[in-house]
């Protein structure tokens, strides 16, 4: 079955520290991938996409992630994390037209100062 | 543009009672709609798809005569709690696809919170 992996439950970064958040799927082609933030009690805000082309995708808030065909994972990363990073953050996966998006258990974001 | 609206927000109703949760598209015709659950700390879970003019496709493990959805213009769909109980507090949020969305791209209400006492 398709699947979305999301290997960290939980990771604690320090203010101004880099990040990156695993994200892996299964799927024999390319799917369509997507980062998306939430906040406690707020609804999904999206992050960046990947449909196609370059595989090192530009997002909001200073957030990048990076398509690795080869290990069918598409990694979050932040050069330097801000106390207002701390969320919730989950992977998405879009395999075909018009169906709805599968979801990783998704990484809890804590930041330290 | 691609904003899509939930009301309520939140909804607190005792348990026998039915809740009408609304999604709209605001600025785009949504051929497709989908309505996911999140209970707390968890991640989204599909309940059911639906397109415009026809039946809701539901998941596995969902009651279709517990969860009632309606999907009657290109801008609207419902999801009813039919008899709602305790167990059926969550998070409930819609995602809508079509119109000026690109391929496969949805874009996602802010939620509404039921809590059934």
């Known amino acids: 079955a398709q699947s979305v992996t999301q290997p960290d439950i939980h990771i604690t970064v320090s203010e101004g520290a880099s990040l990156e958040l695993r994200c892996n799927y299964s799927y024999g082609a390319t799917p369509y991938l997507f980062w998306y933030v939430q906040s406690p009690g707020q609804g999904l805000q999206l992050l960046l996409k990947?449909?196609?082309?370059?595989?090192l995708v530009q997002g909001i808030k200073g957030f990048e992630a990076e398509f690795k065909r080869s290990q069918s994972s598409f990694n979050l990363r932040k050069p330097s994390v801000h106390w207002s990073d701390a969320a919730e953050y989950f992977c998405?996966?879009?395999?075909?037209?018009?169906?709805?998006?599968?979801f990783g258990k998704g990484t809890t974001l804590s930041v330290s100062s | 543009g691609a904003v899509v609206s939930q009301h309520p927000s939140w909804v607190i109703c005792k348990s026998g009672t039915s809740v009408k949760i609304e999604c709209r598209s605001l600025d785009f015709q949504a051929t497709t709609m989908f309505w996911y659950r999140q209970f707390p700390k968890q991640s989204l879970m599909l309940m059911a798809t639906s397109n415009e003019g026809s039946k809701a496709t539901y998941e596995q493990g969902v009651e279709k005569d517990k969860f009632l959805i309606n999907h009657a213009s290109l801008t609207l769909s419902t999801l009813t709690v039919t008899s709602a109980h305790p167990e059926d507090s969550s998070f409930y949020i819609c995602s809508a696809r079509g119109g000026l969305a690109a391929y496969n791209e949805q874009f996602f209400g802010p939620g509404t919170r039921l809590t059934v006492l």
């Open positions: 990947y449909f196609s082309g370059d595989t």
């Open positions: 998405a996966v879009g395999y075909q037209a018009g169906t709805a998006l599968i």
